[in-house]
């Protein structure tokens, strides 16, 4: 998987295919798995993202202890390496699984 993941996020056009690729296939399932329309699949799969997105975005972040390295005015717990290609396809993936999970989910509610 990280052999994959290396290679998706080497540089950033690469990075919105395969994001493009995988929310296409999630919303694809949305729509013929569970009837719903391809902007309210889109929609709710946006709302999952976007949340999720701040979720992962503190995960493994180390902040930057090199002095040559801070700028003046740099806040001190500003990550030395944010790694953001990386958190775009995990926050893709795990929003997949919660937007599949939310949808299955759905029905039982009967909404």
Not at 14 to 31: C, E, P, S
Request: proline content about 7%.
């Amino acid at each position: 998987m990280s052999r994959i993941l290396t290679t998706l996020t080497r540089s950033t056009p690469a990075t919105l295919v395969a994001v493009a690729v995988l929310v296409a296939a999630f919303v694809a399932v949305g729509v013929s798995q569970f009837r719903l329309t391809i902007g309210g699949a889109i929609a709710l799969y946006f709302v999952v993202w976007w949340t999720l997105l701040f979720a992962v975005l503190p995960l493994r972040n180390q902040p930057e202890t090199r002095p040559g390295h801070v700028v003046p005015g740099q806040d001190l717990g500003a990550p030395a390496s944010p790694r953001l290609r990386e958190k775009a396809i995990w926050t893709t993936l795990v929003a997949g699984v919660a937007f599949l999970a939310a949808l299955a989910v759905f029905p039982l509610t009967g909404l």
